[in-house]
């Protein structure tokens, strides 16, 4: 059995390592923070096995063209920073124009189906008082904003996601949190979410290090490599062997993958969250008002409000602002929502231009396994991708067809 190196240890990096030991090998995380540190800390805690559209659609450039003008929008591009994000920005503009999306959201489909069933062989049963199959609402504030809509319904129904169209006075019978703005939801009833997605990645790696697994608290640097392999990868605790090597650093992983010679056009879309005590009369579900693009997600310790979409690089400070902006917009669609943050957190989403990740063997090295570019679904996708890393690990046949998120589409 192999000594393997996972770099990163977010949800991608605890799921591959956390099926990679069932394989029987020797795993050891990296990463200078702890577990679940990084971007998988605050995410919205959806699990979304419906979770299909990519965020680059037709008519992505003139409803951004609205939104970056206005700095409490869902998208804001940081000037400064925009001769660097051009060459992603025109990938992905071209990836919502391209006839690839009935694919796009087909391979995310693949990913995400299974979800929370590979959650559950990941967790012990008290870890599966996380996992919550509670539902979500998609919630259109008229009519003209549902039937704008319809290329997700078209996708969903296309691939067989079970969806219910509901009436305004049934939003309020499903939701009572709920005021009387919204015209219509879409209810999709085998969607849910998880109400501590850094405790789910805690969980797993203390599972990890439990059956004899390390965390090894360091940064990677750099990869000896020979022939074709990596032979080891050189952390700032020292040299450390390994027969292979899967780098799952999350939106730090270009910065690696160039280290081993491949250019991977992988952007950070900084979001932001904000904690809000509970409302008295608590929503049962992940809400998602579409036209400001939030999520409100019932969590262990409160109410998570989380969102937007800005371009600033991985070295730009937060912004405050937009991180209070959340705040506002949520208590303008839910009356009971009241009170002062507990507090504001921003994360990194490793985004590609298509959506889709990068999972599979590095074209340049036989012994290197990329897991990386999950964008704003990698809590959905965790599971399946640490079981189809695994597979490709083993040579085994995989659980998923990996083509879709072939390193060599770029
Ligand atoms: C506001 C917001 C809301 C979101 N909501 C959802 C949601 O509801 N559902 C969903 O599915 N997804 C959601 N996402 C996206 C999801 O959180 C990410 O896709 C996911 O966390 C990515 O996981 P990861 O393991 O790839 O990255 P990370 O969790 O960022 O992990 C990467 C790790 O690599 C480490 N690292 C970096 N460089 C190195 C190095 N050189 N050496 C060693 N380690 C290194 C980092 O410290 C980090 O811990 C959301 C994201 C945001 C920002």
Redesign the pocket.
């Known amino acids: 059995m192999a000594n393997i190196a996972i770099?990163?240890?977010?949800?991608?990096?605890v799921a591959s390592a956390a099926f990679l030991q069932r394989d029987g090998h020797s795993v050891t995380l990296?990463?200078?923070?702890r577990?679940?540190?990084?971007?998988?800390?605050?995410?919205?805690?959806?699990?979304?096995p419906g979770?299909v559209v990519p965020l680059s659609t037709p008519g992505i450039v003139r409803q951004a063209a609205s939104w970056v003008t206005d700095p409490n929008s869902p998208l804001w591009i940081d000037w400064r920073y925009l001769p660097r994000a051009l060459p992603w920005l025109a990938k992905f503009i071209a990836a919502g124009a391209s006839p690839r999306i009935d694919g796009i959201a087909k391979a995310l489909r693949l990913l995400h189906a299974d979800s929370f069933k590979h959650y559950r062989t990941l967790l012990g049963v008290d870890g599966h008082a996380l996992l919550h199959v509670s539902g979500q609402l998609y919630l259109y504030e008229s009519d003209a904003a549902f039937a704008k809509d319809a290329l997700g319904r078209r996708l969903r129904d296309a691939l067989g996601i079970r969806s219910e169209i509901l009436s305004s006075d049934e939003i309020r019978q499903l939701e009572p949190s709920l005021g009387p703005r919204f015209a219509r939801a879409l209810y999709l009833p085998d969607s849910g979410?998880c109400s501590d997605?850094h405790r789910l990645?805690a969980t797993i790696a203390e599972d990890i290090t439990r059956n004899g697994g390390r965390f090894v608290r360091?940064?990677?640097?750099d990869f000896e490599q020979e022939a074709g392999q990596v032979r080891a990868v050189i952390?700032d605790a020292g040299r450390m062997p390994c027969d292979t090597v899967v780098v799952?650093?999350?939106?730090?992983?270009q910065?690696?993958a160039r280290r081993l010679g491949l250019r991977i056009p992988l952007e950070s879309?900084?979001?932001?969250?904000v904690m809000l005590p509970m409302p008295e009369t608590a929503p049962k579900r992940?809400l998602y008002p579409l036209a400001a693009k939030i999520?409100i997600?019932p969590m262990e310790h409160g109410l998570r409000i989380?969102?937007?979409a800005e371009i600033a690089g991985l070295d730009a400070p937060m912004n405050e602002r937009r991180a209070a902006a959340l705040g506002t917009i949520a208590k303008r669609y839910f009356p009971g929502i009241a009170g002062e943050p507990i507090s504001v957190w921003?994360?990194?989403?490793?985004a590609t231009p298509d959506s889709l990740p990068v999972i599979g063997p590095s074209p340049q090295h036989r012994n290197v396994m990329l897991?990386?570019?999950?964008?704003?679904?990698?809590?959905?996708?965790?599971s399946t991708t640490g079981l189809l890393v695994s597979d490709l690990v083993a040579g085994r046949e995989p659980t998923i067809d990996p083509y879709p998120y072939r390193v060599g589409r770029f």
């Open positions: 770099v990163g240890a977010g949800i991608i990096g990296y990463d200078p923070l577990p679940g540190e990084g971007c998988s800390f605050g995410n919205a805690g959806s699990i979304g979770s979410h997605p990645v360091a940064a990677v640097k952390t799952a650093a999350g939106a730090w992983s910065r690696l879309l900084r979001g932001y969250h992940p999520m997600t989380a969102g937007t921003m994360g990194h989403r490793p897991a990386f570019g999950h964008g704003q679904t990698g809590l959905i996708g965790g």
